[in-house]
C-alpha cells in the first residue's frame, strides 16, 4: 500500500533536486523513495558530492597561486612567533 508524504522545503532546494534527479534520468519521487528506502534499511544517512569550488573560492585561489609565482607568499614559518612577525609588519 502507497502512502503520501509532504515535507515543507525551499523551492530553490526542490529545483535543484529535480534537476539534478532528471539528469541522472529519474523521476524525483524515484529518488526519494530509494533514500527513505535506504534509511530505514541502513539506519544511517550518507552525503556526497563531488567537489566544486565556488566562484569566490576559485578568484581566492587563483589570486594565491599569483601571489606564490610571483614569490609575494610569505613562509613557511619555523616558529608561530616567526608567523606572528610576519603577520604584524
Known amino acids: 500500500m502507497k502512502t503520501i ?4 522545503t525551499d523551492k530553490a532546494v526542490k529545483l535543484s ?3 539534478a534527479a532528471e539528469e541522472l534520468g529519474f523521476p524525483l519521487g524515484t529518488i526519494i523513495n ?3 528506502r535506504q534509511l530505514g534499511r541502513d539506519k ?5 558530492a563531488p567537489y566544486k569550488p565556488s566562484k569566490y573560492l576559485e578568484r581566492i ?10 614569490g ?3 613562509g613557511p614559518f619555523a616558529t608561530v612567533a ?7 609588519s
Open 17 to 19: 533536486a529535480k534537476r
Open 72 to 74: 609575494k607568499a610569505a
Open 44 to 48: 544511517e544517512i550518507a552525503f556526497s
Open 61 to 70: 585561489i587563483d589570486e594565491a597561486e599569483r601571489e606564490w609565482r610571483s
Open 82 to 88: 616567526d608567523l606572528r612577525k610576519d603577520l604584524e
Open 34 to 36: 530509494a533514500f527513505l
Open 5 to 8: 508524504l509532504n515535507i515543507k
